[in-house]
């Protein structure tokens, strides 16, 4: 797709802009093609958490197994990835840094194939980690926060884009800031999330995203919620 489509089209790459985004082009483009977390191949990162749902993670084998190959092939895409951009770059080829760096990167944009390996890769390796904390230490009271947190997921997720980018979009401190303002709004967001979590927790069973998705899922083999 990115050597038959323009994958620039319709970009502002100075603001992260996107012309044309609610046109019916601009909004099919963004959702499957080029937006942010495209249907193409974002749908790879969900038959990869589909594959890895269906292990027993609850075997310390298994987290085992998922957390080495996880890592494994995250950090050979990592190496690979700088190989060919530091062989490329010497090479005669007519290709500028920022393409080369585009087309065997490993960064989001565009999503090609050797960040889908790091970035899948290392969920898993994650994924295994953190359940094996959960498992090990699960009655202490240091993870009880962070699980209440975990249960707010998609709450939280979206929480993150509305109201902490949003914040910052109204103050004018979303774009351009120091490293070190980063790091410390990001803290400031995951101790206000995890806090909201535990103070949510205490009086619903499922938080409001989390509720409103479990409302509109219906069973199979009947038309009543999950």
């Known amino acids: 797709m990115l ?7 319709a970009w502002d790459w100075s603001t992260l802009s996107y012309e044309g985004l609610w046109t019916f082009d601009g ?6 093609f080029n937006g942010f977390h495209p249907v193409i191949p974002w749908l790879a990162f969900l038959l990869v958490g589909m594959i890895l749902g269906r292990q027993d993670m609850g075997l310390a084998t298994v987290r085992r197994r998922v957390f080495i190959w996880g890592a494994s092939i995250a950090i050979a895409a990592e190496l690979v990835s ?3 951009i530091h062989t490329l770059s010497l090479a005669a080829i007519p290709l500028d840094q920022a393409t080369i ?3 065997v990167g490993t960064g989001p944009m565009p999503p090609m194939p050797l960040y889908m390996l790091a970035g899948a890769g290392t969920a898993c390796a994650v994924i295994a980690a953190s359940i094996a904390i959960g498992m090990r230490y699960g009655e202490t009271a240091w993870i009880h926060p962070l699980v209440a947190a975990g249960q707010l997921a998609l709450t939280l997720y979206v929480a993150h884009v509305v109201v902490g ?3 910052l979009q109204i103050f004018g401190r979303l774009e351009n800031q120091t490293l070190l303002f980063a790091v410390l709004t990001s803290g400031l ?13 205490k009086r619903y069973k ?21």
């Open 3 to 9: 050597f038959v489509f323009d994958y620039e089209k």
């Open 27 to 32: 909004m099919v483009r963004h959702i499957f």
């Open 82 to 84: 700088w190989l060919l």
């Open 101 to 103: 760096i585009a087309f």
């Open 165 to 167: 980018m949003g914040l």
């Open 189 to 201: 967001f995951c101790i206000a999330g995890v806090t909201f979590a535990n103070f949510w927790q």
């Open 206 to 226: 499922r938080g409001p995203l989390e509720a409103i998705l479990r409302a509109v899922t219906f069973n199979p083999r009947g038309s009543t919620p999950i």
